[in-house]
């Protein structure tokens, strides 16, 4: 059976905008994918992971339930986002870019709406880690790295790694 596969900073699919999903005509593999999400997420002991990072160019992320408050909700498609609050330092790792963590900047408050897995509509307001997680996640969907909100000198002081990153894992991908 062929899984969907974590992809790594390098891969081109990462730094793509995502389209919309139609949750009426594409169920089922809304279905799978949720499910290859959740998997990887696991595997890899994640706070969240977006579309993109398992190799879909689509509008839908998840959070962990176990790490984060949301409410009793992990599935979020199509989501808009609206942020407030002030700005908060704190730091930030992704699956995609194993090894780096860095402080980053954000706002502390998410007005999140979006569609859970049965296409239903829902909005959620996050605070704390959840918010900033929500923020990370629906960056990934515009092709945004965290890494992209560092400053020049940070961006300078991790240039090897990525470049490890890179070679390391080649053509962006390695099969769980
Ligand atoms: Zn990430």
């Known amino acids: 059976m062929l899984f969907r596969s974590l992809e790594?900073?390098?891969?081109?699919?990462?730094?793509?905008?995502?389209?919309?999903?139609?949750?009426?005509?594409?169920q089922d593999f809304i279905e799978t994918l949720i499910n290859d999400m959740i998997r990887i997420l696991y595997t890899e002991n994640g706070l969240g992971l977006a579309a993109p990072q398992s190799g879909e160019n689509v509008r839908l992320f998840i959070l962990n339930p176990e790490e984060l408050d949301l409410s009793g909700h992990s599935v979020f498609i199509n989501p808009q986002?609206?942020?407030?609050?002030?700005?908060?330092?704190?730091e930030e790792g992704c699956l995609s870019i194993p090894g780096i963590f860095e402080l980053?900047?954000?706002p502390s408050h998410v007005n999140l709406t979006a569609l859970d897995q049965a296409g239903r509509s829902f909005s959620l307001e996050l605070d704390d880690y959840a918010a900033r997680a929500a923020q990370h996640e629906y960056d990934h969907?515009?092709?945004i790295l965290f890494i992209d909100r560092l400053s020049p000198i940070r961006k300078r002081l991790i240039r090897k790694r990525l470049s490890e990153i890179k070679e390391e894992y080649g053509s962006g991908k390695r099969i769980l």
Do not use: A, M, N, P
Request: hydrophobic share 25%.
């Open 8 to 26: 790594y900073y390098g891969s081109e699919i990462l730094r793509k905008q995502s389209r919309e999903l139609d949750c009426s005509t594409e």
């Open 81 to 90: 986002i609206e942020v407030s609050g002030t700005f908060l330092k704190d």
């Open 104 to 106: 980053v900047k954000r």
């Open 141 to 143: 969907l515009e092709g």
